[in-house]
């Protein structure tokens, strides 16, 4: 089992529609959860981060953890077109917390 | 603002030649890591470090090599470069606690001819 996992899509959502990716983890004991965009050609930037100790809201963008599941989400509402990325989901890995395990990211469409 | 700085955007090399990708962050991260994306495969880890001339394999760390003689410079070496080390490399850089999270770098496109 892969320590980090969100579905590829690509998920197309409307402009103005809430857009919402998720993110299972393996590890039980993980308390940080990071959200990074990435443009197409471009590195990955840091969106969202939240800790074990409840959801976090900035702007447009909302993650929220559901520990008893094991998994993170990370809501868009309002999508604009300039949302169109891959969205990558990180937690510290179970066997080096010094490093991220990343999954595979989430492509969005977002369509006028 | 944190800032991981790679030496070059764009790189073209030849087969055979050897290859160093530099890479300096601004923030005294004690952790430095290199990836390579390709499509398709996701971010992988090919070497990361935790302190000055401390190293650590990552996931994929044949035919690359890595060099941190100060804190804040990480070096990723190709020994001989090969076509199938065509790729976008990134570099990153995280501080030392358990919520920190990872700064990249602009990243360097690298083709090997």
């Known amino acids: 089992q892969k320590e980090v996992e969100q579905n590829s899509g690509p998920l197309s959502v409307p402009e103005g529609a809430i857009a919402s990716l998720n993110c299972t983890y393996s590890d039980r004991g993980s308390q940080s959860f990071f959200w990074y965009r990435q443009y197409s050609g471009k590195s990955p930037e840091l969106i969202m981060f939240i800790y074990s100790n409840g959801d976090k809201e900035d702007g447009r963008f909302t993650a929220q953890l559901n520990k008893a599941s094991q998994y993170v989400s990370l809501l868009i509402r309002d999508s604009q077109p300039s949302d169109s990325a891959t969205y990558l989901c990180?937690?510290?890995?179970?066997?080096?917390?010094?490093?991220?395990?990343f999954g595979a990211g989430t492509q969005v469409v977002v369509t006028p | 603002d944190v800032k991981v700085t790679q030496s070059s955007r764009y790189l073209v090399k030849r087969t055979g030649e050897k290859v160093f990708l530099e890479c300096v962050q601004d923030m005294d991260h004690e952790n430095m890591f290199w990836y390579r994306q390709d499509p398709g495969l996701g971010l992988r880890l090919i070497y990361f470090s935790y302190d000055v001339k401390m190293k650590e394999k990552g996931d994929i760390p044949e035919g690359y090599s890595v060099s941190r003689e100060k804190k804040e410079r990480f070096s990723l070496i190709l020994e001989s470069a090969s076509t199938n080390q065509t790729s976008m490399y990134l570099c990153?850089?995280?501080?030392?606690?358990?919520?920190?999270?990872?700064?990249f770098g602009n990243g360097t496109r690298l083709t090997v001819t």
């Open positions: 990180a937690v510290p890995s179970i066997d080096s917390w010094g490093k991220l395990q």
């Open positions: 990153a850089g995280r501080g030392g606690s358990y919520n920190s999270p990872l700064h």
